[in-house]
C-alpha cells in the first residue's frame, strides 16, 4: 500500500519514524547518510520476547512499525508479535494503511474480520497456518484455546496505522459528546458513560 521506493534503501534517521513531525519527506521519514548505514540497521531483535499478556485483554502486540524498526523505512514492510493468553484477544481493530497477513506459530487463534458488505469471515488457525485481513477491515484474534497462542503479523505497509474500535469511539481525546454516542448506538448514555469509564485515560 506504500509508494514504490526510488532507492535501494533509506534507514531513517535515528528516532525519525516514532515522532510524526519528522516526516517532511516523501515517502517515509528522512534518510539517514548512505555511508554510515549498517547492517544492523537492517536488523531487529524486538520481536523476540513477546509482551505481558497479564492486562485486561489477556494479549500483547509488540510492534516492528518503521517506528521501532528504522530500517523498514520507505520498504512498504511491518511486522509486529500478537501473544495471547488462554481467553485473550486483541481487540477489535483497523488499519488504514495496510493489508495484514496474520501467520499463527503456536497455538490456536480465531481471526475474523467484517467486509465493507458487513459481512463476516472467521477461521480458527492452527500453528503454521495463515489468514488475510483486507485493508482498513475492522478485525480480531481470540485465543478460545487452553494454552498462550502467538501469531506474527505481516503488513504491506512500514506504518499501518491503527484505529482500534473501542479507543477511538470511547477513549477520544476531547470526548466525543454521550448525545453522539447514544444516539449512534441507539442506546442510553448510562451505557455510553460505562464504556467511557473503560476507554479514558
Ligand atoms: C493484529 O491484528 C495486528 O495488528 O498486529
Ligand atoms: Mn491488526
Given at each position: 500500500?506504500?509508494?514504490?521506493p526510488?532507492?535501494?534503501?533509506?534507514?531513517?534517521?535515528?528516532?525519525?519514524?516514532?515522532d510524526?513531525?519528522?516526516?517532511?519527506?516523501?515517502?517515509g521519514?528522512?534518510c539517514?547518510?548512505?555511508?554510515?548505514?549498517?547492517?544492523?540497521?537492517?536488523?531487529?531483535?524486538?520481536?523476540?520476547?513477546?509482551?505481558?499478556?497479564?492486562?485486561?485483554?489477556?494479549?500483547?502486540?509488540?510492534?516492528?512499525?518503521?517506528?521501532a524498526?528504522?530500517?523498514?523505512?520507505?520498504?512498504?514492510?511491518?511486522?509486529?508479535?500478537?501473544?495471547?493468553?488462554?481467553?485473550?484477544?486483541?481487540?477489535?481493530?483497523?488499519?488504514?494503511?495496510?493489508?495484514?497477513?496474520?501467520h499463527?506459530?503456536?497455538?490456536q487463534?480465531?481471526?475474523?474480520?467484517?467486509?465493507?458488505?458487513?459481512?463476516?469471515?472467521?477461521?480458527?488457525?492452527?500453528?503454521?497456518?495463515?489468514f488475510?485481513?483486507?485493508?482498513?477491515m475492522?478485525?480480531?484474534?481470540?485465543?478460545?484455546?487452553?494454552?498462550?497462542?502467538?501469531?506474527?503479523?505481516?503488513?504491506?505497509?512500514?506504518?499501518?496505522?491503527?484505529?482500534?474500535?473501542?479507543?477511538?469511539?470511547?477513549?477520544?481525546?476531547?470526548?466525543?459528546?454521550?448525545?453522539?454516542?447514544?444516539k449512534s448506538?441507539?442506546?442510553?448514555?448510562?451505557?455510553?458513560?460505562?464504556?467511557?469509564?473503560?476507554?479514558?485515560?
Amino acid at each position: 500500500a506504500d509508494p514504490e521506493p526510488v532507492q535501494d534503501f533509506c534507514v531513517a534517521v535515528a528516532g525519525a519514524g516514532g515522532d510524526p513531525d519528522a516526516s517532511p519527506a516523501f515517502p517515509g521519514f528522512p534518510c539517514k547518510p548512505a555511508s554510515t548505514v549498517v547492517s544492523d540497521d537492517f536488523f531487529f531483535a524486538g520481536l523476540s520476547r513477546g509482551g505481558s499478556t497479564d492486562n485486561p485483554f489477556g494479549s500483547s502486540v509488540t510492534p516492528g512499525n518503521v517506528a521501532a524498526f528504522p530500517g523498514l523505512n520507505t520498504l512498504g514492510l511491518a511486522i509486529n508479535r500478537v501473544d495471547l493468553a488462554p481467553g485473550g484477544v486483541n481487540p477489535l481493530h483497523s488499519h488504514p494503511r495496510a493489508a495484514e497477513l496474520v501467520h499463527v506459530i503456536t497455538g490456536q487463534m480465531l481471526v475474523g474480520f467484517v467486509s465493507t458488505a458487513g459481512k463476516y469471515y472467521s477461521k480458527v488457525l492452527a500453528e503454521g497456518e495463515s489468514f488475510v485481513i483486507p485493508r482498513g477491515m475492522m478485525h480480531f484474534q481470540y485465543n478460545a484455546g487452553t494454552v498462550a497462542a502467538r501469531a506474527m503479523t505481516v503488513f504491506n505497509s512500514q506504518l499501518p496505522g491503527v484505529v482500534g474500535a473501542a479507543p477511538s469511539l470511547f477513549g477520544a481525546d476531547p470526548e466525543i459528546p454521550d448525545a453522539v454516542l447514544a444516539k449512534s448506538f441507539q442506546v442510553e448514555g448510562e451505557i455510553i458513560k460505562l464504556l467511557k469509564s473503560k476507554f479514558r485515560k
